[in-house]
C-alpha cells in the first residue's frame, strides 16, 4: 500500500508549500498530492482555497491576483512561525521539485464557473512533464479529467469524489478515468470489490490515524491520502508491509 502526502504533509507544514513538499518526501511519500489554481495572468498556482485568506491573509480570490503577487505573500507564517516566509509555488516549481522523488498528484481546482483557458495553460505544462515523470491528474469536476484525456493520452486521471456513490466505476468510464480517488467514508468493501474487479486503482483520503490504516490495508485498497506521511509510514512498516 502507498502513501499519499496530502498537499504535501499538511498535518506536518504549511499545506501546498515545497516545506510541506520535502517533508512528504522525507516520509517516504511515494505520491504528493496539492491543488492548482490559475492565476490573473494565466499562469498556475499551487494553492487549495479560492480565497487566499486563510493561508496569507490576504483579501481576494486567487484569481484577482498575478502569480508574482500571490508568490509575494507569506503562506508559512498562519501555520506556525517557524515556517514564515514560505511561498506558493507555481505548478512548474512544483514538478519541479517532487519529480522524480515521487508521482505528482495533481488536483485541478475548478473555481465556482468553469474557466476554459484553466485547460489551455494548463495543458502545455502537463504535457510537458509528462515526458519526464509519471502524473496522476485528478479533480471533482470531472469533465475536464475527460477533456484532458483526450488530449494528453499518457497522463493518468482520477475521479475524485466525496459522496457516497453507488457506482463509481460508472463515472470514471464515463470520462475515461484510470483511477477512483474516493474520500474515505463514501466506500465499503461492496463497492472497493467491485473496483478492483474492473481494475479501477482505488486511493482513499484523507485519513490520519493508526485505526483506520488498519481497516484500509485490510481492505486491500493501493494508497492512502494522509496528512501525516510520516506516521502511515511508521505504520506500514510495523506492519511490515510491502510498497
Ligand atoms: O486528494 C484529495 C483531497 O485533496 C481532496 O480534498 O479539499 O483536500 O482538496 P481537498
Ligand atoms: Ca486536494
Known amino acids: 500500500m502507498k502513501i499519499i502526502g496530502h498537499r504535501g504533509a499538511r498535518g506536518l507544514a504549511p499545506e501546498n508549500t ?3 513538499f520535502k517533508k512528504g518526501l522525507e516520509s517516504n511519500a511515494d505520491y504528493i498530492e ?12 499551487v494553492i487549495h482555497d479560492y480565497s487566499l485568506q486563510r493561508t496569507t ?3 481576494g480570490l486567487v484569481s484577482e491576483f498575478t502569480l508574482a503577487e ?3 505573500a507569506d503562506a508559512g ?8 516566509g514560505q511561498q506558493l509555488p507555481s505548478l512548474e516549481e512544483a514538478l519541479d521539485f517532487i519529480i522524480p522523488k515521487a508521482i505528482p498528484v495533481i488536483e485541478i481546482k475548478m473555481s465556482y464557473f468553469y474557466n476554459p483557458d484553466f485547460k489551455k495553460y494548463l495543458t502545455p505544462i502537463l504535457e510537458e512533464y509528462s ?12 469533465p475536464i479529467l475527460k477533456e ?25 468510464e464515463s470520462v475515461k478515468a484510470d483511477a477512483v480517488h474516493p474520500r474515505a467514508d463514501s466506500i465499503n468493501m461492496d463497492i472497493i470489490n467491485e473496483l478492483k474487479k474492473r481494475g479501477y486503482p482505488i486511493r482513499p483520503w484523507v485519513i490520519n490515524t493508526e485505526k483506520e490504516f488498519k481497516i484500509f490495508l485490510d481492505a486491500g485498497v493501493d494508497a492512502l491520502g494522509t496528512d501525516f506521511p510520516n506516521i502511515l509510514n511508521e505504520f506500514l512498516s510495523q506492519n511490515n508491509v510491502s510498497k
Open 131 to 142: 515526458k519526464k515523470s509519471h502524473l496522476i491528474v485528478i479533480s471533482f469536476f470531472h
Open 148 to 172: 484532458l484525456k483526450n488530449d494528453l493520452k499518457n497522463i493518468e486521471t482520477a475521479v475524485l469524489y466525496n459522496s457516497a456513490l453507488t457506482a463509481p466505476w460508472q463515472v470514471a
Open 77 to 84: 507564517a498562519w501555520f506556525s512561525e517557524e515556517f514564515r
Open 70 to 72: 500571490i508568490k509575494k
Open 57 to 59: 491573509g490576504i483579501n
Open 18 to 20: 515545497l516545506i510541506s
Open 34 to 45: 496539492f491543488d492548482i489554481q490559475l492565476t490573473k495572468d494565466n499562469k498556475v498556482a
